[in-house]
């Protein structure tokens, strides 16, 4: 039978007495449920409840909406609970991102701090609308995939824009901390040509993403690298699309986004390339440095 509902009122107000524990009243409870569930029948669709402590559960316990609710869906992404990290493009942001013109394809503008004393201001003309948001720095995208963004690379000393291996800009760029390393560093990644135009040098890569899943999605890009003069940082714009859609008509509008980068200014300042320089760090909930060899990680 189960317990009389006067004895279970008269033990909810026995718990309640402060000369009870936290821990005796924990116990008790427990002891009058299971005398209750004990007397009810078992059936197909009534089991026991498990009492052993579990330990709390973030989100790096889910791989998916169904692991969260129980219910069959698509696997967990950026916008819903992940354990993906924050990419690390080297872009040091003196103030917002500015997109003019046809919304659709404008002109990006933004004022980046770099080694060496000097704050300069990118621009490039956008086949695609402005990123925005935390996840992004300086950055163009299509429903599609195809993407713009700006990562800056220091130097080693005593090199130039233009003495340095391309090898040595694209691992930055396609590092597991890097725009395309979400699910770990992009593969296969091979340069197809190194041109100089002026005081842009332009890099022609194939590459593969990795997938959440460990698939390899693979994608071609131009880089438009230049030096602000006075910097000792690349400033870079990567432009890219998948292969398929590169072969579908993709690639102009990616060589165009390359060809469009320049640096509009650079002026001397004492600013120094650093985290809390950004003035997204206190306004936006800080920009944080990591402990691992990252972009930020020279600066020191």
């Not at 069959?72 to 950026?78: D, P, T, V, Y």
């Not at 041109?195 to 899943?213: H, I, N, P, Y």
């Not at 602000?228 to 590169?246: F, K, N, Y």
Request: with cysteine.
């Amino acid at each position: 039978m189960r317990p009389p509902l006067a004895s279970l009122n008269n033990l909810a107000v026995s718990i309640d007495r402060p000369t009870c524990s936290a821990l005796d009243r924990r116990a008790l409870v427990r002891s009058v449920l299971s005398v209750s569930l004990l007397s009810l029948p078992l059936g197909p669709s009534l089991s026991l409840p498990v009492w052993a402590d579990e330990p709390m559960k973030t989100s790096s316990s889910f791989n998916s909406l169904q692991d969260l609710t129980g219910q069959i869906s698509q696997n967990l992404g950026a916008g819903t609970i992940s354990g993906k990290s924050r990419p690390e493009t080297g872009c040091i942001l003196l103030d917002e991102v500015q997109a003019t013109g046809n919304p659709k394809e404008p002109t990006i503008t933004a004022e980046l701090v770099t080694n060496g004393g000097v704050v300069a201001t990118v621009a490039f003309q956008a086949p695609w609308p402005i990123a925005r948001g935390m996840y992004y720095d300086v950055e163009a995208r299509s429903q599609e995939g195809d993407s713009a963004f700006v990562h800056v690379r220091s130097l080693p000393d005593g090199k130039s824009l233009m003495s340095v291996p391309s090898s040595y800009l694209t691992s930055s760029v396609f590092s597991s901390y890097g725009r395309f390393g979400a699910y770990g560093a992009a593969t296969d990644v091979k340069v197809l040509s190194d041109v100089t135009k002026k005081d842009t040098r332009f890099l022609e890569v194939a590459f593969s993403v990795l997938s959440q899943g460990g698939a390899e999605g693979p994608r071609k890009a131009v880089i438009a690298a230049i030096q602000p003069e006075g910097s000792t940082d690349a400033v870079m714009l990567v432009s890219s699309a998948s292969s398929l859609r590169w072969r579908k008509g993709a690639e102009s509008q990616v060589r165009r986004a390359a060809e469009s980068f320049r640096i509009v200014s650079a002026r001397s300042s004492n600013i120094r390339r650093a985290a809390s320089s950004d003035f997204r760090f206190e306004e936006r909930g800080g920009l944080a440095k990591g402990a691992r060899d990252t972009v930020l990680d020279e600066l020191n």
